[in-house]
């Protein structure tokens, strides 16, 4: 008789344990196909290893379930289901069979009634057995659909396997805190409601979740990795942004809650573009529309090879006007501006102002001033009070290359000098020597300059005797520069001192920079007219002198006879 002492347990059969053994050692899979019940025959029976058969079974047939234990991996669950119209009989012993039909495992049970359905109190009744093996990785089910029931908690389960989720009242749009009665999207969440939780800074926290007071949980149809897979779709029920769309996992690969990254995409739904027509849209990846426009402007299409409005008209402000040129009479066009260096027609007025020809205008520049591209192309003078020793300056910048200055003085007398810009580059050609600066006197001709770059100016013509490089003293002792380095210098001597030796020792007017390279003197008498006195012709003089240096040279004049006559002598060196 059953009672509070009594026991119930499940064994696996001698037969059953062999099998598992051999299973385990070959590694081959070990099929338990079916459950048989029986009633024992009225008796309390006890598991024997030992035991082939039930004692008294009265049904038999496949299993709805057979699975490891979720909380124990030794532990497998057998579970069929009868249904209500198959009955009244006491159910005390249970049974499990393989595939080859033997009897592998036997359990007792607490004596249930299982009514008919005729008795007026029919029920389908689930029989399960908890088994204990020493592996269950190679225990494999078998059942046959056709003939299976299935309980509403493997139904449950097969539901919560599947791709396609229950939808969700809303999902997130940022990340959240998984705690507590709160606000999403714009829905006030209460206990219990099913939300997709999809932008949280960890994507491993993402997921199906359903909504508590405290610590929200994950929802029992996501959550483990047999329920989460990729492909997983969920749709969203309300919300301002997120309201009537579908959700995808794109996460590839296994997905375990909790540990695997979440990551799920808009699979349709709104896209933030508002109805309407549109001349530009922007697609995503799966070719909805994710913005929209309506440009009125080239650069609002992204256009990149047409002009826009603005560059048309610039370069319309570069043509000529229709009117122009006029071809009619006397063909004339517009004068393009002073230094324009393009293809443009060149009228004789642009002639004239790019210095080319020379207009009949003139302009004044004031000794201190600078130069400007006013001047280019007129005769400019130097001119005010004060013009020895003046000084003028080019200009600096702003002077296309190829642009003329003529400059000469005006009234007066003097000098100027034309000056590079101070503290800068650049220099003025003279021929192949390159100046700092150059002077001109009221007697030179007009100087022509030409810009070759902002501070570099060649002399085209003009008069420049009085630049450094041609510097002279052009006195009776004196001393004339060239531009490529030569000093020469000269000078005269008079001698009154009857007597027959001389000292001629002499100081050149300024010092040779490096060096006298030649010295020639000559001596004679003191007379114009060499044929006035017999004697002139007779007076004999010679000259004796020592190697020059920089700054002079010694020498004695000889007087041969008639030393009543004066002497004198010329002497001309040149060096460098």
Not at 123 to 151: E, G
Not at 159 to 175: E, G, I
Not at 348 to 370: H, Q
Request: glycine share 10%; charged share 15%.
């Amino acid at each position: 008789m059953v009672d509070q002492t009594s026991q119930f347990y499940a064994i696996l059969t001698n037969v059953g344990a062999a099998k598992q053994a051999n299973a385990d050692a070959l590694g081959i899979p070990w099929k338990i196909t079916q459950m048989g019940v029986g009633d024992a025959n009225g008796t309390d029976p006890t598991p024997n290893a030992t035991q082939t058969s039930l004692i008294n079974e009265w049904r038999r047939a496949p299993l709805n379930q057979l699975k490891v234990d979720d909380k124990n991996s030794a532990v497998i669950v057998a579970e069929q289901v009868i249904p209500a119209e198959v009955g009244g009989r006491w159910i005390r012993e249970i049974a499990l069979y393989d595939a080859d039909g033997d009897m592998v495992a036997v359990a007792n049970c607490a004596p249930t009634y299982k009514p008919l359905l005729s008795q007026g109190s029919g029920r389908t009744q689930v029989v399960r057995m908890n088994l204990i093996v020493s592996s269950a990785s190679n225990v494999q089910l078998k059942i046959d659909p056709a003939v299976v029931l299935a309980t509403r908690e493997w139904v449950t389960e097969e539901l919560a396997r599947q791709d396609f989720k229950h939808s969700v009242l809303a999902a997130t749009t940022a990340p959240i805190a998984l705690s507590g009665l709160q606000t999403v999207d714009g829905v006030a969440l209460t206990a219990g409601a099913r939300v997709l939780v999809k932008d949280q800074i960890a994507a491993k926290d993402n997921g199906l979740y359903l909504v508590a007071t405290g610590n929200w949980g994950r929802s029992r149809d996501a959550d483990n990795d047999a329920k989460v897979t990729a492909g997983l779709l969920v749709l969203v029920e309300r919300g301002v942004i997120n309201g009537d769309s579908a959700w995808q996992l794109i996460s590839d690969g296994a997905v375990t809650p909790g540990v695997s990254a979440q990551y799920y995409e808009m699979a349709f739904g709104r896209s933030g573009v508002t109805a309407g027509t549109y001349r530009s849209v922007s697609v995503d990846k799966y070719g909805r529309v994710v913005a929209a426009t309506n440009p009125s402007t080239v650069a609002g299409y992204g256009l990149t090879d047409v002009y826009t409005k603005a560059e048309i008209s610039g370069l319309l402000l570069s043509k000529a006007a229709i009117e122009s040129p006029v071809f009619a009479g006397r063909p004339s066009a517009i004068t393009a501006p002073r230094n324009d260096v393009s293809q443009r027609l060149a009228t004789t007025e642009f002639v004239k102002e790019a210095g080319i020809n020379f207009p009949s205008t003139t302009a004044f520049l004031p000794v201190g001033g600078t130069l400007t591209a006013e001047h280019i192309g007129k005769m400019t003078y130097m001119s005010g009070e004060g013009l020895w020793n003046g000084t003028a300056f080019l200009p600096s910048s702003g002077i296309p290359p190829g642009s003329i200055f003529c400059i000469g003085i005006g009234s007066g007398a003097g000098t100027v000098t034309i000056r590079k810009p101070a503290g800068q580059g650049g220099y003025i050609a003279v021929g192949a020597s390159q100046r700092d600066s150059i002077t001109l006197t009221y007697d030179d001709i007009p100087i022509m300059l030409i810009c070759h770059s902002d501070l570099t100016y060649y002399v085209l013509s003009g008069g420049i005797s009085n630049t450094a490089d041609f510097f002279a003293s052009k006195g009776s002792t004196g001393w004339a520069k060239r531009p490529n380095g030569i000093l020469e210098q000269w000078g005269y001597r008079y001698f009154e001192t009857p007597i027959t030796t001389i000292a001629i020792d002499t100081l050149f007017p300024i010092a040779f920079p490096n060096a006298c390279l030649n010295l020639v003197i000559t001596a004679g008498v003191t007379i114009d007219d060499y044929d006035y006195h017999p004697t002139y012709r007779l007076s004999r003089q010679e000259v004796s002198h020592s190697r020059p240096s920089r700054t002079g040279f010694m020498g004695q004049l000889f007087v041969d006879n008639h030393p009543g006559n004066s002497r004198h002598i010329f002497w001309r060196a040149i060096g460098h």
